[in-house]
């Protein structure tokens, strides 16, 4: 407390109106500006870390944070704003952001809402299910009532909804941690009952140099046993950087689907040799089909769509088993695709984003050998986690989409028309980082949300 004080002291000449007033505006500005598309408007994180609790991964000092400012963040593909603001914008940045940490000490973490929350079309009660200091990841169901959770930092656990969550599971795959890499998604495969495979995917290599791998096992006596590979880029093409791992596991007639971001390399996406920016088919047991678009003329057959940014949600519609995702753009242009055999999707040669530090990607929005998202938002949501509801829980969204956001801390549902949307609607908000989105057996809707830890709530 005595160096905050000693900080506000030390910028006191240069306070207005509670501000920190710069040259061409005040410091909250250029924060909301330049930072709160990746960290949010008050520092909780979005895109990116939160600035405002937890630990700093990539700076210790004011000088360590002068520094990422300035010159960014090249592992991150995070580029700097030396170009944007002057060193007096910079300093008033850094304090400005040591004051969201001070405020934020005594702030309680958002907890879920009381009683009945009002929407368009159906009442519904929050619930939570399950809290850790961990930050969950991904979650699916088993056949008992159970389910089968993640963290970032590598446990994989299983929840029983009367008991809480349980011990992690022993064995599970080595990952890299690094930025948004780690344990990621968990599917349980459609017929567990028969065969008792589970299927994970992670941040697979060695040292920070990483990709999305996936595979299979089986859970006996608390342990990871009988791993089967599903899908491992060849090692010269892991990337040292921390963001854009994608990955979401969904299933249909016996076949997989994944994704994996482009890994912070752009162009990557558009390349048929390279694994970044994709979405992949494979027989549940690893082989490639031969029907697949690429089988012939790539080196990685399992390709089924490509030119993704960073896609962080699958979903098969239930009424005619179409597969959609969302995936993150960058500043603007959050996506929501019907993804198609063999189409491209643009990535980033058309995108309704900016750079984060505002400069231009492209002036193209859409081309015709390119497939438009069937909506996008811009300005960005961060679109992480989305399901499809069906069952007897909530008729009345019955088949609509409820698709998470991260930095805008919401859950929106989506009513699909032939070329838009019918219906759009907020039905949460405020209750912390919406990472996944669950439909479960019995039809109740399940949500992972992130605010010092994470929890499982459960709408009913």
Request: proline share 6%; glycine share 12%; net charge negative.
């Given at each position: 407390?005595?160096?905050?004080?000693?900080?506000?002291?030390?910028?006191?000449?240069?306070?207005?109106?509670?501000?920190?007033?710069?040259?061409?505006?005040?410091?909250?500005?250029?924060?909301?500006?330049?930072?709160?598309?990746?960290?949010?408007?008050?520092g909780e994180g979005g895109l990116g870390g939160p600035l405002a609790h937890g630990e700093w991964k990539?700076?210790?000092t004011d000088e360590d944070r002068t520094r990422v400012i300035r010159e960014g963040l090249p592992d991150f593909n995070k580029e700097g704003f030396e170009e944007k603001l002057n060193e007096r914008e910079i300093r008033?940045?850094?304090?400005?952001?040591?004051?969201?940490?001070?405020?934020?000490?005594?702030?309680?973490?958002?907890?879920?809402?009381?009683?009945?929350?009002r929407t368009q079309h159906r009442d519904f009660r929050l619930e939570t299910v399950a809290e850790s200091r961990g930050n969950m990841w991904g979650m699916d169901f088993l056949?008992?009532?159970?389910?089968?959770?993640?963290?970032?930092?590598?446990?994989?656990?299983?929840?029983?909804?009367?008991?809480?969550?349980?011990?992690p599971i022993r064995d599970t795959p080595e990952i890299v941690r690094h930025g948004q890499g780690g344990m990621l998604d968990v599917a349980v495969h459609p017929?567990?009952?028969?065969?008792?495979?589970?299927?994970?995917?992670?941040?697979d290599g060695s040292g920070r140099n990483s990709m999305t791998a996936v595979v299979r096992g089986r859970i006996r006596d608390g342990a990871w046993v009988d791993e089967e590979e599903i899908f491992r880029a060849e090692p010269e093409h892991r990337r040292n950087a921390g963001v854009h791992f994608g990955s979401r596991i969904v299933f249909q007639d016996g076949y997989v689907f994944f994704a994996i971001g482009d890994r912070g390399a752009q162009q990557h996406a558009q390349r048929l040799d390279l694994p970044n920016g994709k979405i992949f088919r494979l027989h549940d047991d690893g082989r490639v089909p031969e029907d697949n678009p690429f089988v012939d003329t790539s080196a990685y057959?399992?390709?089924?769509?490509?030119?993704?940014?960073?896609?962080?949600?699958?979903?098969?519609?239930?009424e005619n088993g179409e597969i959609w995702s969302t995936e993150h753009g960058p500043r603007g242009g959050d996506e929501l695709n019907h993804i198609v055999r063999g189409e491209n999707y643009g990535w980033p040669v058309?995108?309704?984003?900016?750079?984060?530090?505002?400069?231009?990607?492209?002036?193209?929005?859409?081309?015709?050998?390119?497939?438009?998202?069937?909506?996008h938002w811009t300005p960005s949501i961060a679109v992480c986690g989305m399901a499809f509801v069906s069952g007897d829980q909530f008729p009345e969204w019955e088949g609509d989409l409820l698709v998470g956001g991260?930095?805008?801390?919401?859950?929106?549902?989506?009513?699909?028309?032939?070329?838009?949307?019918?219906?759009?609607?907020?039905?949460?908000?405020?209750?912390?980082?919406?990472?996944?989105?669950?439909?479960?057996?019995?039809?109740?809707?399940?949500?992972?949300?992130?605010?010092?830890?994470?929890?499982?709530?459960r709408l009913r």
């Amino acid at each position: 407390m005595k160096n905050f004080f000693w900080i506000c002291i030390l910028v006191l000449g240069l306070r207005v109106e509670g501000q920190i007033n710069v040259g061409r505006g005040n410091a909250r500005d250029l924060f909301v500006e330049h930072c709160a598309v990746c960290h949010g408007e008050r520092g909780e994180g979005g895109l990116g870390g939160p600035l405002a609790h937890g630990e700093w991964k990539h700076t210790q000092t004011d000088e360590d944070r002068t520094r990422v400012i300035r010159e960014g963040l090249p592992d991150f593909n995070k580029e700097g704003f030396e170009e944007k603001l002057n060193e007096r914008e910079i300093r008033a940045l850094v304090i400005y952001i040591r004051e969201l940490r001070e405020m934020a000490k005594d702030e309680p973490p958002p907890r879920p809402v009381e009683g009945v929350v009002r929407t368009q079309h159906r009442d519904f009660r929050l619930e939570t299910v399950a809290e850790s200091r961990g930050n969950m990841w991904g979650m699916d169901f088993l056949p008992d009532g159970r389910m089968i959770v993640t963290e970032i930092n590598g446990p994989v656990r299983i929840l029983d909804p009367e008991h809480g969550l349980g011990d992690p599971i022993r064995d599970t795959p080595e990952i890299v941690r690094h930025g948004q890499g780690g344990m990621l998604d968990v599917a349980v495969h459609p017929d567990y009952a028969e065969n008792g495979w589970i299927y994970l995917s992670f941040a697979d290599g060695s040292g920070r140099n990483s990709m999305t791998a996936v595979v299979r096992g089986r859970i006996r006596d608390g342990a990871w046993v009988d791993e089967e590979e599903i899908f491992r880029a060849e090692p010269e093409h892991r990337r040292n950087a921390g963001v854009h791992f994608g990955s979401r596991i969904v299933f249909q007639d016996g076949y997989v689907f994944f994704a994996i971001g482009d890994r912070g390399a752009q162009q990557h996406a558009q390349r048929l040799d390279l694994p970044n920016g994709k979405i992949f088919r494979l027989h549940d047991d690893g082989r490639v089909p031969e029907d697949n678009p690429f089988v012939d003329t790539s080196a990685y057959p399992a390709i089924w769509s490509y030119g993704h940014r960073n896609p962080q949600a699958l979903a098969i519609r239930p009424e005619n088993g179409e597969i959609w995702s969302t995936e993150h753009g960058p500043r603007g242009g959050d996506e929501l695709n019907h993804i198609v055999r063999g189409e491209n999707y643009g990535w980033p040669v058309v995108t309704h984003g900016m750079n984060y530090n505002g400069t231009p990607i492209t002036e193209e929005t859409e081309r015709e050998d390119m497939k438009s998202p069937h909506w996008h938002w811009t300005p960005s949501i961060a679109v992480c986690g989305m399901a499809f509801v069906s069952g007897d829980q909530f008729p009345e969204w019955e088949g609509d989409l409820l698709v998470g956001g991260l930095r805008s801390e919401v859950v929106e549902r989506l009513r699909l028309g032939e070329d838009g949307l019918e219906e759009r609607e907020v039905i949460l908000q405020g209750q912390g980082r919406v990472r996944d989105v669950r439909c479960g057996p019995d039809g109740s809707l399940y949500l992972i949300l992130e605010g010092r830890g994470s929890r499982v709530v459960r709408l009913r």
